[in-house]
């Protein structure tokens, strides 16, 4: 990390920039190296650091940003940071869904387990080492079980398991949450979330070659190839942050996801005419976009062409030769 700040700072100067950066960067170290010359950050914290503020998660105090996403602005425990906790609707399913499959593996495994012991004799040792792969596996949901083993006078092993209350209550308090770190003090818990946010903005941009772009998947070997793919990736980006800037100055929002999958299902059509001499006339027309279409796009602004200029190695002259064969294909336009 100081590697990078170092070099964007001898390149550039040191502007009034913000540094961004997930939970992974949030050692003491690198704090500390960002605070020394007054650098301005925005961190992901651990997800350990939630645990002090269990009071701020149960008030309702929240601050909605958008549907499903709600902020709050809470005190440093110490220093003159400030903490931003952040809920949101589709993380918590998704970590509901994931702790679920986590619990349902782990009590399978452990009536397995469970049988195992009952059939024949085995050690100790041997049945938790079984038990601690297992919960290696789905650590997720591991703390949940409290396991307990013992030796039995015919040399089998009892197994017994229980689950953690407490566990189960800080799960579901805590699902969908996460807490944001930054040394920035006059902005607002909204501004900083959206600052972060960009993060996960710019780390899909570098997949976007596999979705968008349609193109596969590129392990490079040479230093001049990534670089390619960088400028790419990083071009695709400009694209779409210049949509999304363009949209939420329309009055669209701020995420262009939806405008770009409506404006997608607009066609292209073919009309392809052939004629007795071989002679064959093509006319490449625009669909008629529906009424959600041609609101979005008088919105964004954008005027779509009737007519699309077509290349043919024929000479269309015969107008007036009889048709006697005619084709319609149609297809997306790559908007």
């Known amino acids: 990390m100081e590697d990078i700040v170092?070099?964007?700072?001898?390149?550039?100067?040191?502007?009034?920039?913000?540094?961004v950066m997930d939970r992974g960067m949030a050692s003491e170290d690198n704090l500390a190296f960002l605070q020394e010359e007054g650098r301005r950050y925005i961190i992901g914290a651990p997800r350990s650091e939630l645990k002090q503020f269990e009071a701020e998660l149960l008030s309702q105090d929240w601050e909605q940003i958008r549907e499903g996403l709600e902020v709050k602005r809470v005190p440093a425990?110490?220093?003159?940071?400030?903490?931003?906790?952040?809920?949101?609707?589709?993380?918590?399913?998704?970590?509901?869904?994931m702790h679920q499959r986590c619990i349902d593996k782990i009590e399978d495994g452990l009536r397995k387990i469970d049988a195992g012991c009952a059939k024949k004799k085995q050690s100790v040792g041997a049945v938790e080492r079984r038990i601690g792969r297992l919960l290696e596996r789905y650590s997720h949901a591991a703390a949940l079980f409290e396991i307990t083993t013992h030796a039995k006078d015919d040399g089998k092993v009892g197994l017994f398991w229980s689950r953690n209350a407490r566990w189960q209550e800080w799960?579901?308090?805590?699902?969908?949450?996460?807490?944001?770190?930054?040394?920035?003090?006059?902005?607002?818990?909204?501004?900083?979330?959206?600052?972060y946010i960009q993060l996960t903005q710019a780390e899909a941009a570098f997949r976007i070659q596999k979705s968008d772009l349609k193109l596969r998947?590129?392990?490079?070997?040479?230093?001049?190839?990534?670089?390619?793919?960088?400028?790419?990736?990083?071009?695709?980006?400009v694209l779409w942050k210049t949509l999304g800037l363009r949209a939420k100055a329309a009055g669209l929002g701020d995420e262009p996801r939806r405008i770009w999958d409506e404006l997608a299902q607009i066609m292209?059509?073919?009309?392809?005419?052939?004629?007795?001499?071989?002679?064959?006339i093509r006319k490449r027309c625009v669909a008629q976009p529906t009424p959600l279409q041609a609101q979005l796009l008088q919105r964004l602004q954008i005027t779509l062409p009737r007519h699309l200029s077509t290349t043919t190695q024929n000479v269309v002259t015969p107008i007036a030769e009889k048709i006697d064969d005619l084709s319609v294909n149609s297809a997306k336009i790559g908007l």
């Open 77 to 97: 425990p110490a220093g003159d940071e400030t903490f931003i906790l952040c809920r949101s609707v589709q993380r918590q399913a998704k970590e509901q869904a």
């Open 171 to 195: 799960a579901a308090l805590s699902e969908g949450c996460y807490l944001l770190r930054s040394n920035i003090a006059d902005w607002r818990a909204e501004d900083l979330w959206h600052a």
């Open 217 to 237: 998947p590129i392990w490079h070997q040479k230093t001049e190839r990534v670089q390619a793919h960088i400028l790419v990736c990083f071009l695709a980006y």
């Open 6 to 19: 170092t070099l964007m700072e001898d390149r550039y100067g040191k502007a009034d920039r913000v540094w």
């Open 268 to 280: 292209l059509v073919d009309v392809v005419m052939r004629t007795r001499s071989g002679v064959e």
